[in-house]
């Protein structure tokens, strides 16, 4: 295989990019930037080098703890339970957070060999053992195994007598519901709350 | 069989795995034509409504076109609510759906078992105590894929009795005991003949031994450690 060849290859690693993208990807950065593609690699090397998992949390972090373990103007009494660093990424972003977070990477799913080891879930307990957390908020993904894991975790905080919480479910803000999924409008629907 | 977009087949989704940049490949299992794989494309893309249909235990309508091992999902409609499974129960519904996938090959029609596993979701939805409805489930599909026991004759031919001791042996089914001493366990014949029936109301020392005879008789045919039995275990061991 050519260099040419290998690289389009290895581009289609990346998620959203079939054969052609990953053609024209290579042509391009070979063709007009050159200086781009060093920086690719560059990047690329020293992130997969660099980059661990949070020894606190396990989201990713290049340092041994992340940005939201250290800062100490977070509440230690909240924990929010996700399932990848970009359910993170995206509670950051609504900025209506301040406690801590951590980290599962997955959820569990006995047909693919995911069980409370694979995520971590030692080290939630012993987390949860210290005695500073006062209430867990399950924020894993509303589909069947993110529920399953939910529950699992809220019986371990449970037998700690913590406190548990899950984040709410419903219909989108600006939506409207005759677009909403039934699923859904069900769930929003079992939810209400007094108004 | 027909396998076109327009013909809709009556199914619940086993397992979903993601498949190339964003489409899924679903295992199903299907009323008319067993379990059955078919690639829905498109479907893990951030807003697909497909995903929130292709979620275990939801009765769908749906559609597929193509031959060969992975058909192309074409139209998913959602025939029911979902059943919601609270907390352990759906790891239940899990194990189910973890039993069917290595235990059935694809293709193969299983339509009663279709109609015990709908019944196995719907029950395990309303509450009560899930141990009866599982054994339950389990005896109905080992007979469904030809590994069932003899429950009404032992293996020498006399009929079963209530208050005999039996032992189990894969390769020759339901033995009086004391025809084979070095047995693991012994089930009386009241559990047996419970077995034919499955009635909710029952003794819990029935219960286990059905447990342990039908776990031997699956480990049997299965020689692989059920994740989601493990994961039953673990939850145990929490409170």
Redesign the interface.
């Known amino acids: 295989m050519s260099l040419i060849e290998e690289l389009i290859e290895a581009l289609r690693c990346l998620?959203?990019?079939?054969p052609k993208s990953a053609q024209r990807m290579t042509y391009h950065l070979l063709e007009r930037d050159r200086e781009g593609g060093r920086r690719i690699a560059h990047g690329i090397t020293e992130a997969i080098e660099h980059v661990g998992n949070c020894r606190s949390c396990r989201t990713l972090s290049e340092s041994e703890l992340c940005p939201q373990c250290i800062d100490t103007r977070r509440d230690d009494s909240l924990l929010c339970i996700v399932e990848s660093p970009m359910d993170v990424l995206a509670l950051e972003q609504s900025a209506s957070y301040r406690g801590r977070y951590f980290v599962l990477m997955g959820h569990?799913s006995?047909?693919?060999?995911?069980?409370?080891q694979e995520l971590g879930l030692d080290l939630l307990e012993k987390r949860l053992d210290n005695g500073v957390v006062e209430e867990v908020i399950l924020a894993t993904n509303p589909?069947?195994?993110g529920?399953?894991t939910a529950?699992?975790i809220?019986?371990?905080a449970?037998?700690r007598a913590i406190r548990t919480t899950r984040i709410a479910h419903g219909v989108p803000l600006g939506g409207e519901l005759e677009y909403v999924?039934?699923?859904?409008l069900?769930h929003a629907m079992t939810g209400r709350q007094d108004y | 069989m027909r396998n076109n977009r327009d013909h809709f087949h009556n199914a619940f989704v086993?397992?979903v795995?993601p498949f190339r940049?964003?489409s899924q490949i679903v295992e199903l299992f299907t009323e008319d034509a067993g379990r059955v794989g078919v690639v829905a494309r498109g479907a893990s893309r951030g807003k697909s409504?497909l995903s929130?249909?292709l979620?275990?235990?939801?009765p769908l309508q749906l559609s597929w076109s193509g031959r060969g091992e992975l058909h192309t999902l074409g139209r998913v409609e959602?025939r029911e609510?979902?059943y919601r499974?609270?907390?352990?129960r759906?790891?239940c519904?899990?194990?189910a759906?973890?039993l069917l996938?290595r235990l059935l090959h694809r293709g193969d029609s299983h339509s009663e078992l279709f109609r015990l596993y709908h019944k196995l979701l719907q029950e395990l939805s309303e509450g009560g105590d899930e141990a009866p409805l599982l054994r339950s489930f389990e005896v109905r599909l080992l007979e469904e894929i030809g590994f069932g026991f003899d429950l009404q004759l032992d293996c020498s031919g006399l009929p079963i009795l209530p208050e005999q001791h039996y032992g189990y042996n894969p390769e020759q089914g339901i033995v009086p005991l004391a025809e084979n001493g070095a047995q693991q366990f012994t089930v009386m014949g009241k559990t047996l003949q419970w077995l034919r029936s499955t009635e909710l109301d029952v003794e819990r020392q029935i219960l286990r031994e059905a447990k342990q005879l039908l776990r031997t008789a699956i480990d049997y045919h299965l020689p692989v450690e059920?994740?989601?039995r493990?994961?039953i275990a673990?939850?145990g061991a929490?409170?």
């Open positions: 998620p959203g990019v079939g569990l006995p047909l693919d060999g995911i069980g409370p589909t069947v195994e529920e399953a529950h699992f809220s019986e371990m449970h037998a999924d039934s699923g859904t069900g | 086993l397992h795995r940049n964003s409504p929130a249909l979620q275990p235990f939801t959602m609510m979902a499974l609270p907390g352990r759906s790891i519904g899990l194990y759906n973890e996938m059920l994740e989601s493990k994961l673990q939850y929490l409170s």
